[in-house]
């Protein structure tokens, strides 16, 4: 054997380790108090809660978005108020543009700014990145409604507020404002829903064409500041039946004339939010 066989053969590496193996020391457990991961969902209110605090900064950061929930009521208030371009019947002016004004503002956000809102984030892909999370379709639909109600909040004091000012005196005191609003809740449903069905079905730029059409013709036919009993028989029904015209009416009913639950404009709103959120469920597209 040469010197080199024999080096090799006394290496150290070349030996076997004396003594039994080693032991993979246990997983140390984490101490008490200590951050634990847990993958999974959020519980659905919490996402929900997230979600409508996200679309409320996206909503007051919009200037054209105020510019159609704020201004433009303020100043078909301020204008039809002080002018007598219409003929609105017996009353004070403001008593019966007030309630209808305030109708158009929950329009303009629940509806109108949603709608074209909405359709530009689906088409940017928005919704697409929102769809691959675990907040479904009613989750994103209860969101975007809680951000609507907080707007609204904000439109219908600045309004009441300027209707004040102008000397409208509405009736029903604490009963009356709980009736107006149930009005705007099932209103807001209707119209949320409504926006959310034509954005999630058509693209972005004829949602933006549709939405604002609707705003144009209801502003006309929907008993906003035109009596609906000035357009033809045949043609009241109709007109009626839209929840512009059921949330107008009914604020009138409890605000202005002091009559209690109106059914009839219930009866409209709660259909329309009924049936215009099982059709945005099952028709709405994340992309």
């Given at each position: 054997m040469t010197d080199h066989a024999r080096n090799s053969s006394s290496s150290?590496?070349?030996?076997?380790?004396?003594?039994?193996?080693?032991?993979?020391?246990?997983?140390?457990?984490?101490?008490?108090g200590a951050f634990s991961p847990n993958p999974g969902a959020a519980p659905l209110p919490r996402m929900v809660l997230a979600q409508a605090g996200m679309e409320l900064r996206v909503m007051l950061r919009n200037g054209e978005q105020l510019l159609l929930t704020m201004v433009i009521p303020v100043l078909l208030l301020v204008g039809f108020s002080?002018?007598?371009?219409?003929?609105?019947?017996?009353?004070?002016?403001?008593?019966?543009?007030?309630?209808?004004?305030?109708?158009?503002?929950?329009?303009?956000?629940?509806?109108?700014?949603?709608?074209?809102?909405?359709?530009?984030?689906?088409?940017?892909?928005?919704?697409?990145?929102?769809?691959?999370?675990?907040?479904?379709?009613?989750?994103?639909?209860?969101?975007?409604?809680?951000?609507?109600?907080?707007?609204?909040?904000?439109?219908?004091?600045?309004?009441?507020?300027?209707?004040?000012?102008?000397?409208?005196?509405?009736?029903?005191?604490?009963?009356g404002a709980a009736q107006a609003a149930v009005l705007v809740l099932l209103a807001t449903a209707a119209f949320s829903s409504l926006a959310l069905l034509m954005a999630g079905t058509l693209r972005a730029e004829a949602t933006l064409a549709a939405a604002n059409l609707v705003y144009v013709v209801l502003l006309g036919l929907g008993g906003v500041v035109f009596p609906v009993d000035r357009y033809p028989e045949a043609a009241q029904p109709v007109l009626a039946a839209l929840p512009i015209t059921a949330l107008a009416d009914g604020l009138r009913a409890v605000l202005t004339d002091g009559a209690g639950p109106p059914l009839l404009s219930l009866t409209v709103l709660a259909a329309w939010a009924a049936v215009a959120a099982a059709l945005a469920s099952r028709f709405f597209r994340w992309e």
């Open positions: 150290p590496r070349s030996r076997a380790p004396s003594g039994p193996p080693s032991q993979a020391s246990p997983a140390r457990r984490p101490a008490s002080v002018t007598s371009l219409l003929d609105l019947g017996d009353g004070t002016r403001v008593d019966f543009l007030a309630p209808g004004i305030i109708a158009l503002a929950v329009m303009s956000t629940a509806f109108t700014g949603q709608a074209i809102g909405t359709g530009f984030e689906r088409r940017y892909g928005v919704l697409k990145r929102l769809g691959a999370t675990p907040l479904s379709r009613l989750g994103l639909l209860g969101a975007k409604t809680l951000a609507v109600l907080a707007v609204q909040a904000l439109q219908i004091a600045v309004l009441a507020g300027v209707a004040l000012a102008l000397g409208w005196s509405p009736a029903g005191g604490a009963a």
